[in-house]
């Protein structure tokens, strides 16, 4: 019997993929362990091996399709196997069972619609919306393949639908009166209302980014921040760098010296390296395993890295050089996307000042940097320069206080200013 | 005057009153009498009404009900009772071809007012033959009414309207509502057959329910209100005929339904609830699929734990809305 090939679940929450590209055609002859097909799933794009040697048969979902785990891309059959399609499953539920009977000249109808559920299921073709979502949509003439789903799959709920609709209200102060009306010709069921001279362009968002708009909005709904900001004197620093730059291959970055600063810092620091759990617990991590944000084309992603109290920096440089390379190409396997305690997010390279980050749930504290800046100090009577980054600090306020957050500060800077504190 | 006065009480109350005030109202079934009845919810009425009005029958319940059945169709207003639900497989044809046919058949020549009174439900130990929940075969018989009061307010003015009622009521009690409490007034009042009521209101989820489990939700409710959750929840109070209306306005509102239910899920009454939204105009009402909370499809286990285990609990209510508001609800995997 023909091998089934489905959907692998990478990570945790991992609920769907988007289908990148098909590696081989309908018919062709493939070894166990030859990639099949390349996926994109949250933040990882990954080659689906085949599970067996043989033919690929029935071949379904198309490129650019988001498919959920578990459903069926493609079956290995024996080369002279008479292969009947029917077997298609979802995850968890028994084939049926015409489609262990021969394959005879009259496929029963029982056969033929069990498969075109499977095909539906798998390849989400058409949409889905809750009744009351179709109901409300029809009532606001809006199209209800236009509404951007929030379930699984892109499912669509009554909240979509009344989100969306506001959405494509005009603002109030614009002159609706007199302004034209622009129909959009891609959406052609959706009439906008716009200022003369302009228009709107509607593109889905990225798989990351939409991950990304879920998460942020939950967390900036959910957790209790509050932002402690002080400026870090880093002439030490960047001192150091300079000493390291001629001794160590690679050169550490100043994100990386302040990757290490951080992370032993921080061990000191429990609470914030914890996480909260619902019913006024919360949870403190043995290790330290950092989160780097890291700017890519399709969206912010925080690659982890593991243990990162414990590394030593030669150990440690080339370490996050490689994180973040990966994650600007989409290479990142699921683990090391996930499991993060504490994030930190630099942005000082883009010539930002300070700003104030968002928390990365389930994690207490974001730490965001910006660009060193040149001050001048009163010292001894007299205007000193000193080079300064800008930290702000945001923490979840229900397991770590302001003054938790301000010495866990005061304690990284005495460790930027001296250095051999942290061996 | 309101006082609080428990289930059992007010049953008794409510045939002592309608006895009173209608010589042709009468008590029958096993160990009514003397014994006070296997529940005790006639204690003390032979002393007054005498062996004539309250009487004690043999094993026998094919016989008495279809007595019964004759004695209404004669003018009476008989009150059978059926120590455990279980045994009314005994008086089947008299209820069903006989009880429930009668005034169609005769063009409304005749009529059976005739109260059959029993308690239902598991939760006592009494293993599979003592704790069944079989009123959803009641619901499926035109000509019958079911009613399944759960608080003592509603039982003794939904006992009063089936007295009066020109066709056979089926009256489920449950052994584990006689001892519970509630607000009963002293005076005489009917609460009408048919009619549905909130018990809680709430925005996010409709709860139905009846009998014993309505007490179940309503503590499933208060969790699940401190979790930020509001249920509404609708107590039938009769099964047939069903107030699908007032569960579709609460539907309409909260765009989801769960139905607890004791009896066993296949084929139960929660079935028909469920069915009577999704296949109306409120299907367009629905925000998420509809689901049920009921007993396992076994017989109920002697084992005490295993009883437990195949019943609906509080627990199994608040699981069943929490997943059905989980964002992920529908997950294919």
């Not at chain 2, 009005?53 to 059978?80: K, Q, W």
């Not at chain 2, 009066?164 to 609460?191: A, C, I, Q, W």
């Not at chain 2, 929660?270 to 998420?288: H, M, P, Q």
């Amino acid at each position: 019997m023909a091998t089934e090939l489905k959907v692998p679940k990478l990570g945790m929450d991992m609920e769907e993929a988007n289908i990148l590209r098909w590696l081989v055609d309908e018919g062709a002859a493939v070894e166990k362990g030859d990639p099949v097909i390349e996926i994109d799933t949250d933040k990882v794009s990954y080659e689906i091996e085949a599970n067996a040697d043989g033919v690929i048969r029935g071949l379904r979902g198309e490129e650019g399709e988001t498919v959920p785990v578990g459903a069926t891309l493609a079956f290995i059959a024996a080369p002279d196997e008479e292969f009947s399609e029917p077997e298609a499953t979802v995850d968890g539920a028994l084939p049926t069972t015409e489609s262990t009977l021969p394959n005879e000249e009259s496929v029963p109808s029982a056969t033929r619609e069990s498969s075109q559920l499977a095909e539906h299921l798998d390849g989400r073709r058409g949409v889905r919306a809750s009744p009351a979502a179709r109901r409300a949509a029809a009532m606001r003439g809006l199209a209800i393949g236009d509404v951007a789903g929030s379930g699984p799959g892109g499912r669509i709920y009554l909240s979509d639908v009344l989100e969306a609709d506001v959405r494509q209200r005009p603002p109030e102060q614009a002159p609706a009166a007199a302004a034209p009306v622009v129909e959009e010709s891609e959406v052609p069921t959706e009439p906008t209302v716009l200022p003369p001279g302009e228009a709107v362009e509607r593109e889905p968002l990225s798989r990351v980014r939409r991950v990304g708009a879920e998460r942020t909005a939950r967390s900036f709904a959910e957790v209790p921040h509050f932002y402690l900001t002080r400026d870090l004197e880093v002439d030490r620093l960047l001192e150091l760098r300079e000493r390291l730059k001629a001794k160590m291959e690679p050169a550490p970055s100043l994100t990386e010296l302040l990757v290490l600063a951080i992370s032993r810092t921080l061990k000191d620091h429990p609470r914030l390296n914890a996480r909260y759990v619902d019913g006024g617990q919360m949870e403190v991590n043995a290790r330290v395993n950092l989160g780097i944000a890291a700017a890519t084309d399709e969206g912010l992603v925080v690659p982890v890295l593991q243990g990162a109290d414990t590394l030593p920096l030669r150990a440690l440089v080339p370490a996050v050089k490689d994180l973040v390379r990966r994650a600007r190409e989409g290479k990142l396997g699921a683990d090391e996307l996930s499991g993060g305690t504490f994030t930190i997010s630099n942005l000082g390279m883009m010539g930002v000042d300070s700003f104030d980050a968002i928390i990365n749930t389930p994690q207490a504290g974001i730490l965001a940097l910006g660009r060193v800046r040149t001050v001048p100090e009163w010292q001894g009577g007299e205007w000193v320069p000193r080079r300064v980054i800008s930290a702000t600090l945001s923490v979840d306020h229900r397991v770590a206080d302001g003054a938790d957050g301000a010495r866990f500060l005061q304690d990284l800077q005495v460790a930027l200013l001296d250095w051999e504190l942290l061996l | 005057m309101p006082r609080e006065i428990t289930y059992r009480e007010a049953v008794r109350e409510a045939m002592i009153g309608a006895m009173r005030e209608n010589e042709e109202v009468f008590l029958m079934g096993e160990d009514v009498g003397v014994y006070g009845g296997a529940f005790g919810v006639s204690r003390g009425m032979v002393e007054e009404f005498g062996e004539d009005r309250v009487v004690d029958t043999p094993i026998s319940e094919a016989g008495y009900v279809g007595l019964c059945t004759g004695a209404a169709l004669m003018g009476m207003r008989p009150i059978a009772e059926i120590q455990f639900s279980d045994f009314i497989t005994h008086c089947m044809d008299q209820l069903v071809n006989q009880a429930a046919k009668i005034r169609y058949m005769f063009g409304g020549e005749g009529t059976v007012p005739m109260v059959v009174r029993t308690p239902g439900g598991a939760g006592t130990g009494a293993a599979a033959q003592h704790s069944q929940s079989l009123e959803a075969w009641f619901v499926h018989v035109p000509g019958l009414k079911v009613v399944m009061p759960s608080t003592p307010y509603d039982a003794k003015g939904l006992l009063l309207s089936a007295i009066d009622d020109p066709n056979t009521v089926l009256f489920y009690e449950h052994k584990l509502l006689y001892n519970r409490k509630g607000d009963v007034p002293e005076e005489s009042y009917r609460v009408p057959i048919g009619e549905a009521r909130v018990s809680r209101e709430g925005g996010d989820v409709t709860v139905v329910t009846a009998g014993l489990m309505h007490h179940y939700v309503l503590e499933a409710a208060q969790a699940l209100a401190d979790g930020g959750i509001e249920a509404e929840v609708v107590d039938l109070r009769t099964l047939s005929p069903m107030d699908d209306a007032a569960v579709r306005r609460s539907v309409e509102k909260t765009g989801k339904l769960v139905v607890v239910e004791e009896d066993v899920k296949t084929a139960g009454w929660g079935a028909e609830v469920v069915s009577r939204i999704v296949e109306g105009e409120s299907f367009y009402a629905l925000d998420r699929a509809p689901a049920r909370v009921a007993g396992a499809d076994v017989p109920i286990p002697y084992n005490r734990d295993l009883e437990a285990h195949v019943r609906p609990t509080p627990e199994k209510v608040i699981d069943a809305v929490r997943s059905l508001l989980d964002a992920r609800a529908g997950v294919y995997a």
